[in-house]
């Protein structure tokens, strides 16, 4: 009912800057909270990011200062913006949100995009 496509990854050079964008589609009657997580090869998925319908955002403590969470929710799309990159951010980043849907009932439900790439060379 709800699918999110992430873009905007990609190489970059310690010190830059990426901002990534995860758009939702789909035939579902609105979307809650949105998130950014990582998991980089060898280490467990992990939170960055988090932002609720109402703009309220949560981060990571070890990325406060340089990562930066926003959504346009007219266009159901939550951006990341993240500055003064570092290789340890390294990682595939994936965009996860709540989306309710009506199917006979009303229905909740949590969804997960495909990943994007991020690679911070030294």
């Known amino acids: 009912q709800v699918h999110l496509v992430e873009s905007g990854g990609g190489l970059v050079q310690a010190g830059g800057s990426l901002r990534l964008s995860c758009a939702a589609s789909g035939s579902f009657l609105s979307i809650g909270g949105m998130r950014w997580y990582r998991q980089a090869p060898g280490k467990q998925r992990e939170l960055v990011a988090a932002?609720?319908?109402?703009?309220?955002?949560n981060y990571a403590d070890s990325l406060k200062g340089r990562f930066t969470i926003s959504r346009d929710t007219a266009k159901n799309t939550v951006y990341l913006q993240m500055n003064k990159l570092r290789p340890e951010d390294t990682a595939v980043y994936y965009c996860?949100?709540?989306?309710?849907?009506?199917?006979?009932?009303?229905?909740?439900?949590?969804?997960w995009g495909q990943g994007t790439q991020v690679t911070v060379s030294s």
């Open positions: 996860n949100a709540d989306g309710s849907y009506y199917s006979g009932g009303y229905y909740f439900d949590d969804y």
């Open positions: 932002i609720s319908d109402g703009g309220n955002t």
